[in-house]
């Protein structure tokens, strides 16, 4: 089945820089790949996502890039504020009728004011 | 936008006893799935719940454990079935078909805490 890899684990930056979090996936058959961000104690919200005829995508302080040859897809937040401190999630699907999301492990960013 | 609920949004068990989580979407979806997410993990498919039929379960779950049902396309129900303190843990509903065929939205969690 697939399997995605997150990294890194945790990442702390300073308010204002950009912060990238990388995932790879192992089936090559995957073609949906959606971002979660989840608050303390909240539920997984969607933020962006990527279907694989698309390389780029970008939603204002948000960008999401995919290079299906290696595998592996980024986070990319620009501006970083203290209200984007989270835990993310990637996820990687396999739409063949329905979708079922294999998730990364989680990365925790701390935006320091 | 719709509306996914879940009740309970906490509870506090004695190891042995069941619980059944119920999760209730506004409007009708494709389908419905149930996540546990252990304390600072990421999320683990339990199963898909089919509408009117056997739920598909993941690779290490198994239905006497995890009964799951789902009567109609808005509503579902996951029992976690003769706890023990290795059961404490999130449980997320999702759902799929709101929005797109591709994209899941979660439920907000049920807290278990088995003592």
């Known amino acids: 089945g697939e399997n995605v890899e997150q990294h890194p684990s945790t990442l702390s930056v300073q308010e204002g820089d950009s912060a990238v979090i990388k995932c790879t996936y192992s089936?090559?058959?995957?073609?949906?790949f959606p971002w979660y961000k989840q608050e303390l104690g909240k539920r997984p919200q969607l933020i962006i996502d990527?279907?694989?005829?698309?390389g780029e995508k970008k939603d204002q302080r948000i960008a999401v890039t995919l290079n299906k040859t290696a595998k592996h897809f980024s986070l990319h937040i620009t501006e970083t504020q203290p209200e984007d401190s989270a835990v993310y999630f990637c996820?990687?699907?396999?739409?063949?009728?329905?979708?079922?999301?294999?998730f990364g492990k989680g990365t925790m960013l701390l935006v320091s004011p | 936008s719709a509306v996914i609920s879940q009740k309970p949004s906490r509870d506090i068990c004695q190891r042995g006893t069941s619980l059944t989580i119920q999760c209730q979407v506004d409007?009708?979806?494709?389908?419905m799935f149930w996540y546990r997410q252990q304390p600072g993990q990421s999320l683990t498919l339990i199963a898909t719940?089919?509408?009117?039929?056997?739920?598909?379960?993941e690779s290490g779950f198994v239905i006497d454990k995890f009964p799951i049902s789902r009567p109609n396309l808005t509503f579902s129900t996951l029992t976690v079935s003769n706890m023990s303190p290795e059961d404490s843990s999130i449980y997320l509903c999702?759902?799929?078909?709101?929005?797109?065929?591709?994209?899941?939205?979660f439920g907000p969690g049920t807290r278990l805490l088995v003592l």
């Open positions: 999702s759902v799929l078909g709101l929005a797109s065929q591709e994209t899941q939205y």
């Open positions: 089936d090559s058959a995957s073609n949906y």
């Open positions: 990527i279907r694989s005829n698309v």
């Open positions: 996820a990687a699907s396999l739409n063949s009728g329905y979708s079922t999301l294999t």
């Open positions: 409007s009708q979806v494709t389908m």
């Open positions: 719940a089919n509408q009117g039929s056997e739920a598909t379960y």
